[in-house]
């Protein structure tokens, strides 16, 4: 009895240390951005803000009005909600620019707008954010009953990125649990790191659904993958099962197209399931409450988006895109862009990332691909394969059916939620094979593809600060500062940007604890093992075969 017990503290403090580091090295890099980032910087913070603030003050609805803009080359109508706020919002009103100045013109510093007034009155503002679901508003919008002016907006920022951080941790340790018979769960972390791009993290650090529905679709990503996967039959299901639960209400609230990424995460579970794995989950009660949970939610969000028209579409035709040909081909030239988008663009898509963080990016995401291909199983390399064509050609069938009537609005992000599946997918896969590769290879690609993603995520912050420090104009050019984070500086921003790369090394250390003994089995011992179930099915009790060494008991059904 004090043996088994004294094993299950020493796993659960170990999960918690990692935990605790992922948390860390989330947590300090995404405060550097939203520090670091200028106020509406980001796309359609200002009336992510706005619904916020109108939201924790009980004004889910709103007066609907439509206005004329020019986008992306031509004059679209588009949809707003004026919103009962305090009357300081104003200058944040999504139809007026003179606070992004810097925004409109590439070669203005920061320097050029002004602050959010405090003021004890209210005013009608517009949001182009009013039929979105309430839910993401309410966790972030409640710090603006306390803090006026840009405090309280600093302070939404913050309370968003202690949730992305706090999923993107959870990922990890999803992703890391296990790690023996041979799992690696040093390079199963680096799939859930190039999930991390510095796009996510940029908007898991600032005011936007976008960044929490990204995050939490990395961590259903991570706990399907491994329940689907796992060969040491169902180790830590309840816990796996609380956070995909949590991690499916959270993505199907965000977003107006969150219950289609659930429904494809776990299409691509089903799909991915060893021999038998199916049929022992289905006879598990916590099984059965967590899809009830997910199922729940995703039709709480589908029935929010169709009362409040959230995807509603103008009456108006847009003649350039009108023939659908038309459309399909202007959103493929625009698919290299998207992919761009999806690593790294900073601002109102202006402010890019050196180039040495793509190219890292893409070496992090092509060893991880590469590596998987050569050692997965057919089904995990269809997978694979389909996630990858869907990330790439995906604009095409969600954006082309409808530049008709909004024009070419998609960006890069919008399909995060299923690009990450790409590299935690990979990265599982080959952790669960890792020993099948040479010894050389083990030592060195998690060092080198960690050392990247700091390297990358650190080149971006750089550039982008030195961006809204001087503008366009004067990036390189050195001089006075032209702007700096109100309050804490520019030194309190880097400070906090080294202390992530601090705890980032102590997060690659912990998480290689443990992997020496899986060293032992020859290479090649996965591969033939993996060879044998797939010709041999299950077994005649009707569970999947696993080695005997690996078995755990099987969880009870209560």
């Known amino acids: 009895m004090a043996g088994w017990l004294r094993k299950r503290v020493s796993a659960w403090a170990g999960a918690r240390t990692v935990w605790t580091l992922a948390f860390a090295t989330f947590l300090t890099l995404m405060s550097a951005w939203a520090l670091a980032t200028p106020i509406t910087a980001p796309p359609d913070e200002a009336a992510h803000m706005v619904k916020a603030a109108a939201v924790v003050r009980g004004g889910l609805g709103g007066e609907q009005r439509i206005t004329e803009t ?77 803090l006026t002016g840009e405090a309280g907006l600093y302070a939404m920022r913050l309370m968003s990125a202690l949730l992305c951080a706090a999923l993107l941790a959870s990922a990890v340790v999803a992703v890391h649990e296990g ?10 972390l680096t799939g859930v790191l190039t999930a991390a791009t510095p796009t996510t993290v940029y908007f898991g650090a600032v005011v936007n659904p976008n960044g929490p529905e990204i995050a939490a679709a990395v961590l259903a990503w991570a706990v399907v993958v491994r329940l689907a996967t796992d060969r040491d039959g169902l180790p830590h299901l309840r816990r796996r099962l609380v956070r995909l639960g949590a991690a499916c209400v959270l993505l199907a609230s965000m977003r107006a197209l969150g219950p289609l990424w659930i429904a494809l995460i776990l299409a691509a579970g089903l799909l991915l399931a060893r021999p038998g794995r199916l049929r022992r989950l289905a006879r598990l009660r916590p099984v059965w409450l967590c899809l009830a949970v997910t199922g729940a939610a995703g039709l709480a969000a589908v029935v929010w988006t169709l009362t409040a028209d959230t995807l509603a579409l103008p009456d108006e035709t847009l003649s350039r895109y009108a023939p659908l040909a038309s459309a399909l081909k202007a959103v493929f030239d625009l698919l290299p862009s998207y992919l761009h988008q999806m690593i790294a663009i900073f601002g109102s898509l202006n402010v890019d990332a050196p180039e040495l963080t793509y190219v890292l990016w893409w070496v992090m995401t092509g060893c991880l691909v590469v590596l998987s291909l050569a050692v997965g199983r057919r089904r995990e390399i269809l997978v694979l394969a389909a996630l990858m064509a869907g990330s790439a050609f995906g604009p095409m069938a969600l954006m082309a059916p409808q530049a008709a009537h909004l ?17 935690v997918l990979a990265a599982v896969v080959l952790g669960d094979r890792w020993n099948a590769l040479p010894e050389r290879l083990r030592t060195r690609v998690p060092r080198l593809l960690t050392g990247c993603w700091a390297l990358a995520q650190a080149g971006a912050f750089c550039w982008a600060a030195l961006r809204y420090a001087f503008g366009r104009s004067r990036q390189f050019s050195g001089g006075a500062l032209e702007w700096g984070p109100p309050v804490v500086g520019w030194p309190t921003a880097l400070c906090l940007l080294l202390l992530s790369c601090f705890f980032l090394l102590l997060l690659a250390v912990k998480s290689g604890e443990g992997e020496g003994a899986a060293g032992d089995s020859p290479a090649g011992t996965v591969l033939r093992a993996d060879a044998r179930e797939e010709t041999s099915g299950t077994e005649s009790n009707g569970t999947e075969s696993m080695r005997p060494e690996a078995r755990e008991p099987e969880p009870s059904h209560g």
Do not use: E
């Open 70 to 146: 020019h986008h992306v080359g031509v004059n679209v109508s588009v949809g707003y909600t004026a919103v009962r706020v305090p009357a300081g919002y104003r200058d944040l009103d999504v139809t007026n620019g003179a606070y992004r100045c810097f925004r409109n013109d590439d070669k203005l510093s920061v320097a050029c707008r002004g602050t959010v007034a405090t003021s004890g009155d209210t005013a009608m503002v517009l949001t182009s954010a009013g039929t979105y679901g309430p839910g993401y508003y309410l966790l972030v919008g409640w710090p603006s009953l306390w």
């Open 179 to 188: 790690a023996t018979g041979g799992y690696s769960g040093r390079i199963a």
């Open 407 to 423: 024009g070419l609005i998609w960006q890069g992000r919008y399909l995060l939620a299923v690009a990450v599946g790409v590299p």
